[in-house]
Structure formats: C-alpha cells, structure tokens
C-alpha cells in the first residue's frame, strides 16, 4: 500500500513541479487560440477550462490505462516505476508540447506539425502512419468495449451487436461539432470514470485484508521470463507514454481559450491517467495475488480480467457501475480516434469540414475500414490480441515522431536552446524502445537480444548526436 500512495505523491509532485518547469520553457503567452480566432462551430470550438480538462482525459484514457496497465503488472511492481516517471518526464511532457504546439499552429494535427519542422518527407510519412494508427485505436476501442458489455447483457446481445451500435455512435460523434455529443457528454462520463477507478482501489484497500496491495520490487515477476526491456514499456503506452495523445492534443487544442490553460488540461489530463493506469495496475496484482494468476486469467482476455475485479471487489452492483465506468472509457477514446483521422485527412486533401458532405466523404470509408477489422478482431480468437501489440508499437513509435517535432520546435523558438532537452531526451529513450522492440519482437523482426539491443541503442543515440549537432549550431547562431 505504501509503495501505491508513494507513487501517487510523487504524480502530484511532478505536476506541481515538472509540469510548471514544462510550461516555462514552452512560454505561453496571450495570444489568440484557434477557439476564438477562428471559431468554425465544428471543431474550433471555445470550452470551459474544467471541461476541456475532462474531454482531454477521456479523449486519451481509452482501454490503454486499464487493459495495459493490467498486461503490465504481469511484469510485477516494477510497472509503478514505467507508469509514474514515464508520465512526468515523458508522456505528460509529449501531451503538453503537442497541444501547445498545435495551439500555435491554428490546432494543426501532429502530422502537419511534423512536415512544418522535420520536412515534407517526414509530413506525409507521419499522415499514414498517424492515420493507420487512429484506425487501429478505433477497432481495439469497440472490440474491448462490445467485450465487456456482451457480458453484461442477455445473450442475444452480442459482441457483434455491441460492436455494430458503437460504430454507429462513433458515426455520430465524428460528424456532428464538438460540442454537440462530446463537449456534452464527457464532462459526466470523466467524473464517473474518476469516480469508478476510486471505487475499485477503494474496495481492494477496505476488504478487510482479502487483497494486499503490492509493494515495489525490482524483479521482473513475468512468469513466462519476457524481459523488461523493452516489452513492458510497449505494453504500458497510455499510462506512460502515448503516440495516441498527439493525435488527441490537437483536437482539445482547437478548444481552448487561453494558452496559459495548457498545463491544467495537457499535463494535468497525462497526470490523471496515470493515476488510473496505477490503480489497476496494483488491482491485477492484489486481486488475483500473484502475477502468474494475473497472466493465466489475462490468456482469457483482458475484459474478463476487468469484469472479475469489478465484481470481485466491489459485488454484482458496485462491478456493474465499475464495468460502465471501463466501457465508456474507450468509447470515448475511439469516437475521437476516428474523429482526430478525419481532421489529419481533410488537412492531407484541403477538405472544409464545415459542410457535413465533406465531413461524410472521409468519416464513412474510414468507419467500413474500422468495421472490417472490427469484424476480424471478433471472428479471430486472437484478433484482439493481434491489433493491440501493432497499435502498442505504432503508438510508441508515433510518441518518439512527435517528441521529436516538439524538440525541432523548440530549438527554433525556446529562448533558452538547452530547453529542447526537456523533450530531446524522451525522444531519444522512446527511440531506443521502439527500435528495439521491432527487432526483437515475434510482430518485427524476430532478431536475438545480441543484435537488438545494441542497434536499439546506436540508433537512439545517432539520433541524440544530431540533435547535439543542432543544439551547438542554434547556440552559436544567437
């Protein structure tokens, strides 16, 4: 219990500190955000302070905090350590600066900011890859949501029911302004997220001692040996760090009325995450005792796991309300996946949003997409388990792309250059993950630990001796 409520602290620590060091370095300033200069009605929408905080929370908090928080505890503890200073000196960093930047760009998304500051080439590599990576989040967020709820409705309600009615929903939610569906809805549905993570570690920590919180070790605890590095820092992407969220930022972006809201929202929303991702993290680990429990009981898919803490923990009404709580989670982060892939695609062909005929032309291919591989994650026992370890290791390899561009960008404005190091050196770590991981993994190259590793590293660090290179010109230049 010690080692979970340390953790938290150092959460609000690192907002209060590393968060006001962030916003520091980037300056913001008084300037006019695309919600008031430009104010479209559709997408640059002004919000409220507390609701763009919440519509950025469910936007990036999908099944990623909960269902890769859980695969991750099967390494042990050690996750807490990936979870909580990955998020403060790395993802909460990336939300913040590809928000920000998109800010300053009138809410321009990750990929245009890609070609803006690391060229052409990178722009239109970035926009496939952006957009493959939106559909694949999309089809994990119905299969993982129409999962849980096959199980809590009568049996003609299946998960191809579910399935078919949240792509419906997503329809809905990807044509219609922001503010109509999710500037409406999620303010609610972030409270009941909120309070339904507390509910969950509130029942494990007053059971009377049937589940004990785990205490931090440094031992992987992975029954089956998978090593540390770099597998458990693919599969804890959300509640760490997430390519996803520079897909996510720019949308919220487009919201906000002041730059000097962007900690609160950007930082702040990453912050929260990841006190979400903990929580069930030490649930997997307390519920079921021990990590080779948790992997037998995850071989049975994830949303089993969820729907047997839930109720396990808190009883068939309390599991009921904890259950609603996940399932809205990612539904929340798929409508603004396919949402975020149609802004990227009319910003590709200069498509107006602001007649729906243009919004309908990008948003229904994209959704029969998103449906074919919806119908493949179903109908395929390892579907599901298939598309999460590609959408894993492109989200963490979007992550290294836009950590990147917020480094290029701060070396052409932070008045102080050695303040791109803020995002230079999560850059570098995310580039030596992604590397290696697609060397070495079963879905890349398949390549021994001898050859991976060292490569991982020689490529992150050619990558970090540019960036030097560039520092030490931008210096001399002043």
């Not at 972030?190 to 049937?210: C, H, K």
């Not at 029954?223 to 804890?236: A, L, Q, R, S």
């Not at 903990?278 to 995850?298: C, H, I, M, N, R």
């Amino acid at each position: 219990m010690v080692s979970l409520f340390v953790s938290f602290a150092i959460l609000i620590v690192g907002y209060i500190v590393y968060g006001r060091i962030t916003e520091r370095i980037f300056s913001p300033d008084g300037r006019k955000t695309p919600a008031i200069a430009i104010n479209d009605g559709v997408d640059c929408v002004p919000m409220k302070t507390w609701k763009a905080f919440l519509v950025q929370l469910l936007n990036i908090a999908g099944t990623g905090p909960i269902f890769g928080a859980l695969m991750g505890a099967v390494f042990g503890p050690v996750v807490f350590l990936w979870i909580v200073f990955g998020s403060i000196l790395g993802g909460a960093v990336h939300d913040y600066m590809s928000g920000m930047i998109s800010s300053r760009h009138e809410g321009a998304s990750i990929a245009e900011l890609t070609g803006d500051y690391l060229g052409n080439a990178a722009k239109w590599l970035m926009r496939i890859f952006s957009v493959v990576l939106l559909v694949l989040c999309g089809v994990v967020f119905v299969t993982s949501p129409a999962g849980l709820l096959d199980k809590l409705t009568p049996d003609w309600m299946s998960g191809t029911f579910w399935a078919v009615v949240i792509l419906a929903y997503y329809l809905l939610a990807t044509l219609l302004p922001i503010d109509k569906v999710i500037g409406r809805l999620y303010p609610v549905f972030g409270v009941l997220l909120i309070v339904m993570a507390a509910a969950v570690i509130g029942g494990i920590i007053f059971s009377g001692g049937r589940f004990t919180l785990p205490e931090l070790s440094l031992h992987n605890l992975h029954p089956e040996g998978t090593p540390i590095w770099p597998y458990m820092f693919i599969t804890v992407a959300c509640g760490a760090v997430s390519g996803f969220h520079a897909t996510q930022s720019p949308m919220v972006a487009k919201c906000i009325t002041s730059e000097k809201e962007g900690r609160k929202i950007f930082y702040g929303a990453m912050i929260s995450e990841s006190v979400i991702a903990l929580v069930w993290a030490a649930a997997g680990v307390s519920f079921y005792g021990t990590t080779q429990l948790l992997s037998e009981a995850l071989k049975g898919g994830a949303s089993n796991v969820v729907y047997e803490i839930s109720t396990g923990v808190l009883g068939v009404f309390g599991g009921f309300l904890a259950v609603a709580g996940v399932v809205i989670c990612p539904i929340t982060s798929g409508d603004t996946a396919f949402r975020s892939a149609r802004l990227i695609l009319s910003e590709t062909f200069k498509l107006n949003q602001k007649p729906i005929k243009n919004r309908l032309l990008i948003t229904v291919p994209l959704l029969i997409i998103g449906g074919l591989l919806t119908w493949f994650a179903i109908a395929d026992d390892n579907g599901f388990q298939i598309i999460w370890r590609y959408f894993s290791w492109s989200n963490q390899t979007l992550a290294m792309i836009a950590l990147w561009v917020s480094t290029a960008y701060l070396l052409k404005n932070c008045r102080y250059r050695s303040g791109s190091l803020l995002t230079a050196l999560p850059a570098a770590f995310m580039s030596a993950v992604s590397m290696t991981y697609i060397l070495t993994s079963n879905e890349g190259f398949k390549l021994s630990t001898a050859i991976s590793y060292p490569v991982g590293a020689a490529f992150a660090a050619v990558l970090f001796i540019i960036y030097i290179v560039m520092l030490i010109k931008k210096t001399k230049n002043e």
